[in-house]
């Protein structure tokens, strides 16, 4: 699901929109966005927010954002006190992102408009590098993840969260048949939405879907182009599956009275969150935290062919 799915193009609404989970308010001009609404922001990227909080380490620290977007995730790290430094190759994000750059906040905050590729930084120049739902993107997430780890000082730590919608299987596609189906006979789904009464046939259009908005039509990374090069630069890691499937829910809910939305949307995040404790469901969102061990080979390190040079400084 790319992360412009649940933006919606909030960069064309009233100036005194900001994307900022602490304060984010009821906008029902956002119709297909999650930013509508508190509720779908605290469940979605305040949840996603405190996926990376969580691995973060306790001390003020430089941080790379890469792939920020928004900017909502990079203020809460300046609100953590670390010195962020944000970058995004979409210039119509970052400057949304800017918006939030008065915010009071403990740590520095700056946002360039540049991408992976094409950022100037010295080698170990970051304590820290987080990326949220950006390597599926990426050109050559290879590279990417070859350019992360020689930005990160030694012992320095990766906080990567990313969507692998090559693990979406038959059980997600009938459990969000199943959902989606309950939601639109009741009236809580949006009106343009019309699932196959066939429970079957219903599946079949989830996958069918899936696989326009994933691969047709945005041709994403899957898993081995992602885990690959993660698991081969950053040896020294751990790997964590979360609940990612309900957003995709909630971009589409229709429930105009708010304590039944935060009920409903509560509940839907909180089913997908058992079934996959139970094993009854294969998860799509993958959390690795690594630190950079300079044991690794420099040659392995390296994004590039052996006895090429990089051309960047």
Same mark, same amino acid.
């Given at each position: ?35 509508? &609404? ?21 001390? !003020? ?7 920020? /977007? ?37 740590? @520095? ?8 590729? &094409?950022?100037?930084?010295?080698? !170990? &120049? ?28 030694? /012992? /320095? @730590? ?78 020294? %890691?751990?790997? &964590?599956? %979360? ?35 139970? /094993? ?25 062919? !052996?006895? @090429? ?5």
């Amino acid at each position: 699901m790319p992360s412009s799915t649940y933006c919606g193009a909030i960069a064309d609404i009233r100036p005194d929109f900001t994307a900022d989970v602490r304060n984010a308010g009821r906008r029902p001009e956002l119709e297909d966005s999650l930013w509508r &609404s508190p509720t779908l922001v605290e469940l979605t990227y305040g949840r996603l927010w405190r996926l990376v909080a969580d691995a973060l380490p306790t001390a !003020a620290v430089r941080v790379l954002d890469i792939g920020c /977007g928004h900017g909502a995730l990079s203020l809460e790290l300046a609100r953590a006190g670390h010195d962020v430094t944000a970058i995004d190759p979409d210039e119509t994000a970052i400057s949304l992102a800017r918006r939030t750059a008065y915010e009071r906040r403990a740590g @520095q905050l700056t946002y360039h408009t540049t991408d992976v590729e &094409s950022w100037d930084a010295e080698e !170990a &120049s970051y304590d820290v590098v987080v990326t949220t739902r950006t390597l599926h993107h990426v050109t050559e997430p290879a590279d990417a993840i070859g350019h992360i780890r020689r930005w990160l000082r030694p /012992g /320095g @730590q990766l906080v990567c969260v990313d969507f692998l919608h090559d693990r979406f299987d038959n059980r997600a596609a009938r459990w969000l048949a199943q959902v989606r189906g309950l939601l639109e006979a009741t009236g809580k789904y949006r009106r343009d939405s019309h699932l196959p009464a066939e429970p079957d046939a219903a599946v079949e259009r989830i996958k069918w879907e899936w696989e326009q908005e994933h691969v047709v039509e945005h041709q994403l990374n899957g898993s081995p182009q992602i885990e690959g090069p993660l698991d081969r630069l950053f040896p020294a %890691h751990t790997r &964590s599956w %979360h609940p990612y499937l309900y957003w995709d829910l909630l971009v589409g809910l229709a429930v105009a009275d708010p304590p039944k939305e935060r009920a409903t949307a509560t509940l839907i995040a909180a089913w997908e969150e058992s079934m996959l404790a139970a /094993g009854m469901l294969s998860p799509v969102l993958m959390r690795f935290v690594a630190t950079r061990d300079d044991d690794l080979r420099a040659d392995a390190a390296s994004p590039f062919p !052996a006895g @090429q040079a990089s051309t960047r400084r």
